[in-house]
Protein backbone atom coordinates (compact mmCIF):
# COMPACT_ATOMS: atom_id res chain seq x y z
CA UNK A 1 0.00 0.00 0.00
CA UNK A 2 2.73 2.37 0.80
CA UNK A 3 4.34 1.68 -2.23
CA UNK A 4 1.41 2.61 -4.48
CA UNK A 5 0.91 5.72 -2.12
CA UNK A 6 4.40 6.60 -2.93
CA UNK A 7 4.20 5.67 -6.79
CA UNK A 8 0.98 7.61 -7.35
CA UNK A 9 3.35 10.76 -5.14
CA UNK A 10 5.76 10.56 -7.87
CA UNK A 11 3.37 10.17 -10.78
CA UNK A 12 1.98 13.72 -9.29
CA UNK A 13 5.17 14.99 -9.02
CA UNK A 14 6.00 14.42 -12.15
CA UNK A 15 3.05 15.75 -14.00
CA UNK A 16 3.51 18.88 -12.08
CA UNK A 17 6.81 19.73 -13.26
CA UNK A 18 5.72 18.80 -16.86
CA UNK A 19 3.39 21.28 -16.19
CA UNK A 20 5.60 23.85 -14.92
CA UNK A 21 8.07 23.11 -17.85
CA UNK A 22 5.30 23.45 -20.41
CA UNK A 23 3.52 26.72 -18.73
CA UNK A 24 7.58 28.19 -18.99
CA UNK A 25 8.48 26.88 -22.20
CA UNK A 26 4.87 29.05 -23.08
CA UNK A 27 5.86 32.10 -21.24
CA UNK A 28 9.50 32.27 -22.76
CA UNK A 29 8.48 31.78 -26.18
CA UNK A 30 5.76 34.01 -26.35
CA UNK A 31 5.66 37.14 -28.79
CA UNK A 32 3.62 39.47 -26.55
CA UNK A 33 4.99 40.72 -23.45
CA UNK A 34 4.12 39.20 -20.01
CA UNK A 35 4.63 40.71 -16.55
CA UNK A 36 3.71 38.31 -13.40
CA UNK A 37 2.98 40.40 -10.60
CA UNK A 38 1.78 40.00 -6.90
CA UNK A 39 -1.95 41.39 -6.78
CA UNK A 40 -1.33 41.88 -3.15
CA UNK A 41 1.84 44.04 -3.41
CA UNK A 42 2.18 44.92 -7.22
CA UNK A 43 5.54 43.66 -7.23
CA UNK A 44 6.68 42.20 -10.40
CA UNK A 45 7.77 38.54 -9.75
CA UNK A 46 8.27 38.10 -13.31
CA UNK A 47 8.80 38.78 -16.85
CA UNK A 48 9.33 37.25 -19.92
CA UNK A 49 12.01 38.03 -22.91
CA UNK A 50 9.78 39.43 -25.01
CA UNK A 51 9.19 41.81 -22.78
CA UNK A 52 12.82 42.74 -21.98
CA UNK A 53 13.44 42.98 -25.41
CA UNK A 54 10.53 45.27 -26.40
CA UNK A 55 11.41 47.52 -23.60
CA UNK A 56 15.20 47.57 -23.30
CA UNK A 57 15.14 46.93 -19.71
CA UNK A 58 17.07 44.20 -18.31
CA UNK A 59 15.43 41.13 -16.03
CA UNK A 60 17.22 42.89 -12.96
CA UNK A 61 15.22 45.96 -13.70
CA UNK A 62 11.99 44.08 -13.74
CA UNK A 63 12.08 41.73 -11.28
CA UNK A 64 10.97 42.69 -7.31
CA UNK A 65 9.98 46.10 -8.55
CA UNK A 66 6.50 47.37 -8.11
CA UNK A 67 4.88 47.88 -11.44
CA UNK A 68 4.76 51.93 -11.08
CA UNK A 69 8.64 51.81 -10.73
CA UNK A 70 9.94 50.74 -13.98
CA UNK A 71 10.52 53.37 -15.83
CA UNK A 72 8.93 52.13 -19.08
CA UNK A 73 5.28 53.04 -16.77
CA UNK A 74 6.03 56.25 -16.06
CA UNK A 75 3.11 57.73 -15.18
CA UNK A 76 3.17 56.81 -11.21
CA UNK A 77 0.14 57.82 -10.48
CA UNK A 78 -1.84 56.51 -12.89
CA UNK A 79 -0.34 53.34 -12.58
CA UNK A 80 -1.31 52.70 -8.88
CA UNK A 81 -4.85 53.78 -9.92
CA UNK A 82 -5.10 51.22 -12.19
CA UNK A 83 -3.61 48.56 -9.77
CA UNK A 84 -6.02 49.14 -7.23
CA UNK A 85 -9.03 48.92 -10.31
CA UNK A 86 -7.27 45.73 -11.18
CA UNK A 87 -7.48 44.37 -7.52
CA UNK A 88 -11.02 45.35 -7.25
CA UNK A 89 -12.13 44.31 -10.34
CA UNK A 90 -9.99 41.66 -11.36
CA UNK A 91 -9.34 42.62 -14.86
CA UNK A 92 -8.31 45.80 -16.46
CA UNK A 93 -7.73 46.51 -20.36
CA UNK A 94 -5.90 49.44 -22.25
CA UNK A 95 -6.44 49.62 -26.22
CA UNK A 96 -3.92 52.25 -26.26
CA UNK A 97 -1.26 52.64 -23.84
CA UNK A 98 1.95 54.85 -24.62
CA UNK A 99 4.99 52.77 -22.40
CA UNK A 100 8.61 54.49 -23.14
CA UNK A 101 11.64 52.51 -23.65
CA UNK A 102 14.76 52.42 -21.94
CA UNK A 103 16.44 54.29 -24.93
CA UNK A 104 13.56 56.89 -24.74
CA UNK A 105 11.50 55.76 -27.92
CA UNK A 106 7.55 55.77 -27.30
CA UNK A 107 5.64 52.46 -28.30
CA UNK A 108 1.84 52.23 -28.11
CA UNK A 109 0.56 48.99 -26.71
CA UNK A 110 -2.29 47.14 -25.85
CA UNK A 111 -2.32 46.15 -22.36
CA UNK A 112 -4.14 43.56 -20.52
CA UNK A 113 -4.46 42.36 -16.67
CA UNK A 114 -6.19 39.50 -14.84
CA UNK A 115 -5.86 38.06 -11.72
CA UNK A 116 -6.30 34.71 -10.61
CA UNK A 117 -5.19 32.12 -8.04
CA UNK A 118 -2.03 29.93 -8.27
CA UNK A 119 -2.59 27.79 -5.34
CA UNK A 120 -3.67 29.94 -2.69
CA UNK A 121 -2.03 32.99 -3.77
CA UNK A 122 -3.52 35.71 -6.55
CA UNK A 123 -1.37 36.71 -8.91
CA UNK A 124 -1.70 39.37 -11.70
CA UNK A 125 -0.59 38.01 -15.53
CA UNK A 126 -0.04 41.32 -18.11
CA UNK A 127 -0.45 40.88 -21.86
CA UNK A 128 1.45 43.53 -23.39
CA UNK A 129 1.25 43.68 -27.01
CA UNK A 130 3.08 45.96 -29.20
CA UNK A 131 0.48 47.58 -31.59
CA UNK A 132 2.86 50.66 -32.52
CA UNK A 133 2.51 49.57 -36.13
CA UNK A 134 -0.89 48.89 -36.11
CA UNK A 135 -1.53 52.19 -34.18
CA UNK A 136 0.75 54.02 -37.49
CA UNK A 137 -1.51 52.58 -40.11
CA UNK A 138 -4.56 53.39 -38.87
CA UNK A 139 -3.53 56.81 -38.48
CA UNK A 140 -2.26 56.91 -41.87
CA UNK A 141 -5.35 55.47 -43.21
CA UNK A 142 -7.08 57.81 -41.49
CA UNK A 143 -5.24 60.70 -42.47
CA UNK A 144 -5.08 59.41 -46.59
CA UNK A 145 -9.16 59.58 -45.96
CA UNK A 146 -9.33 62.52 -44.66
CA UNK A 147 -6.99 64.03 -47.33
CA UNK A 148 -9.34 62.29 -50.14
CA UNK A 149 -12.59 63.85 -48.25
CA UNK A 150 -10.67 67.46 -48.80
CA UNK A 151 -10.22 66.79 -52.37
CA UNK A 152 -13.73 65.28 -53.69
CA UNK A 153 -14.99 68.02 -51.22
CA UNK A 154 -13.77 70.72 -53.13
CA UNK A 155 -14.26 69.52 -56.60
CA UNK A 156 -16.48 71.35 -58.44
CA UNK A 157 -19.07 68.34 -59.52
CA UNK A 158 -21.36 67.02 -57.62
CA UNK A 159 -20.32 63.48 -56.26
CA UNK A 160 -21.98 61.58 -53.74
CA UNK A 161 -21.00 57.80 -52.34
CA UNK A 162 -24.53 55.48 -51.76
CA UNK A 163 -24.61 52.07 -49.72
CA UNK A 164 -26.23 48.97 -51.62
CA UNK A 165 -29.50 49.93 -49.59
CA UNK A 166 -29.38 53.55 -51.45
CA UNK A 167 -28.92 55.13 -48.34
CA UNK A 168 -26.47 58.34 -48.63
CA UNK A 169 -22.81 58.19 -47.18
CA UNK A 170 -21.34 60.75 -48.48
CA UNK A 171 -22.06 63.83 -49.98
CA UNK A 172 -19.81 67.16 -51.30
CA UNK A 173 -20.55 70.71 -51.40
CA UNK A 174 -20.96 70.79 -55.20
CA UNK A 175 -23.69 68.05 -54.54
CA UNK A 176 -25.71 69.99 -51.63
CA UNK A 177 -25.86 73.49 -53.39
CA UNK A 178 -26.62 71.91 -56.61
CA UNK A 179 -29.84 69.89 -54.75
CA UNK A 180 -30.41 72.74 -52.37
CA UNK A 181 -30.06 70.08 -49.25
CA UNK A 182 -27.60 70.84 -46.29
CA UNK A 183 -25.36 67.74 -45.84
CA UNK A 184 -27.36 66.96 -42.69
CA UNK A 185 -30.57 66.64 -44.90
CA UNK A 186 -28.65 64.03 -47.73
CA UNK A 187 -27.19 61.76 -45.16
CA UNK A 188 -30.53 61.23 -43.78
CA UNK A 189 -31.95 60.55 -47.08
CA UNK A 190 -32.17 57.64 -49.64
CA UNK A 191 -30.99 58.10 -53.21
CA UNK A 192 -34.61 57.31 -54.75
CA UNK A 193 -35.45 60.65 -52.44
CA UNK A 194 -33.92 62.69 -54.86
CA UNK A 195 -34.73 61.45 -58.34
CA UNK A 196 -38.04 62.64 -60.13
CA UNK A 197 -40.33 59.99 -60.18
CA UNK A 198 -40.81 59.96 -63.89
CA UNK A 199 -36.52 58.81 -64.16
CA UNK A 200 -37.38 55.85 -61.02
CA UNK A 201 -37.79 53.35 -63.69
CA UNK A 202 -35.04 54.15 -65.62
CA UNK A 203 -32.47 54.94 -62.93
CA UNK A 204 -33.18 51.54 -61.19
CA UNK A 205 -32.88 49.33 -64.24
CA UNK A 206 -29.14 51.15 -64.59
CA UNK A 207 -28.87 50.94 -60.85
CA UNK A 208 -30.35 47.09 -60.84
CA UNK A 209 -26.30 45.56 -61.13
CA UNK A 210 -25.24 47.39 -58.01
CA UNK A 211 -27.98 45.57 -56.18
CA UNK A 212 -29.92 48.76 -54.97
CA UNK A 213 -33.35 48.52 -54.12
Not at 2 to 22: G, I, V
Request: charged residues 30%.
Amino acid sequence: MKDTNRKTEMLNERALKESELRYRRLFEAAQDGILILDADTGMIDDVNPYLIKMLGYSRDEFIKKKLWEVGAFKDVEASQEAFETLQAKEYIRYEDLPLKTKDGQLIQVEFVSNVYLVGDKKVIQCDIRNITEHTRIIAALQENEKTYYELVNQSQDGFFVIASSGNILTVNKAICQALDYSQEELLRMNIWDIIPKKYLDQYRKRLKNFSFR
